[in-house]
């Protein structure tokens, strides 16, 4: 086997390992989306839910950030801010 063919074998090799641990990561991910979601609605603000306990021992900073694009988080946030603004409350979360 030459060089060229070890590195593309390692490399899907590597590839086949990130895509693994991406799978095994996304029902965790999803359970800190849901608990980051429902803290929100509870009034809390997004900047301190993130930095939880819960959310710092169950993710990586990486995914931390990865996770504040998550559409469901996007969509909390804004069903907050309509609801701050109906109240005439500009202290949103």
């Not at 997004?46 to 990486?62: A, F, G, H, K, S």
């Amino acid at each position: 086997m030459g060089i060229e063919e070890r590195v593309s074998v390692t490399t899907i090799n590597d590839r086949i390992k990130q895509f693994m641990t991406d799978m095994a990561s996304d029902p965790l991910e999803e359970r800190v989306v849901e608990y980051v979601v429902r803290e929100v609605h509870n009034g809390r603000r997004l900047m301190e839910v993130i930095d939880d306990p819960y959310v710092r021992n169950r993710i990586n900073e990486e995914k931390r950030a990865s996770i504040l694009e998550s559409p469901e988080i996007v969509e909390a946030l804004e069903s907050e801010i309509r609801a701050s603004m109906t109240r005439k409350d500009l202290d949103f979360s």
